[in-house]
Nanobody
C-alpha cells in the first residue's frame, strides 16, 4: 500500500508557474499509474494529467500545452509543472495512484490518494 504526500502549492499570479510534487512511500512506485486531479470549491474533482507505468501520458484539454506531468521512479516522486497559470486553475490538487494500471481519466480507478495541496491563482 502506497502513501502519497503532495507539496508545492501556494499563491501565484496569473501567468506564473508552480511545480507540485507528490512523494510516495510504502509501495512499488514504479508499478503504479500516477495522476493528478483537482477540485475547485463547489465543483467535482476532475482529472488533470496521468503518467502510466509504460510512460503513456494523458492530459485534460484545459491544461494541455501548459502543464507537464513527470515522475522520477528512483526518487518515488511524481511532479506537475504548471505554467501560464490561470485563475480557473485555482483548486486543491490531489495526487493519486493506481496499482492495476487502469488509471487514465477515471477517478474511481485510483485506489490511493494524497491529502491535497492548495493552488490559488490571482488575476
Amino acid at each position: 500500500q502506497v502513501q502519497l504526500v503532495e507539496s508545492g502549492g501556494g499563491l501565484e499570479q496569473a501567468g506564473g508557474s508552480l511545480i507540485l510534487s507528490c512523494a510516495a512511500s510504502g509501495g512499488a512506485f514504479s508499478r503504479y499509474t500516477m495522476a493528478w486531479f483537482r477540485q475547485a470549491p463547489g465543483k467535482e474533482r476532475e482529472f488533470v494529467a496521468s503518467f502510466g507505468r509504460t510512460a503513456f501520458l494523458m492530459y485534460a484539454d484545459s491544461v494541455k500545452g501548459r502543464f507537464t506531468i513527470s515522475r522520477d521512479n528512483a526518487k518515488n516522486t511524481l511532479y506537475l509543472q504548471m505554467n501560464s497559470l490561470k485563475p480557473e486553475d485555482t483548486a486543491v490538487y490531489y495526487c493519486a495512484g493506481d496499482i492495476h494500471g487502469i488509471g487514465g481519466m477515471k477517478l474511481t480507478a485510483y485506489e490511493y490518494w494524497g491529502q491535497g495541496t492548495q493552488v490559488t491563482v490571482s488575476s
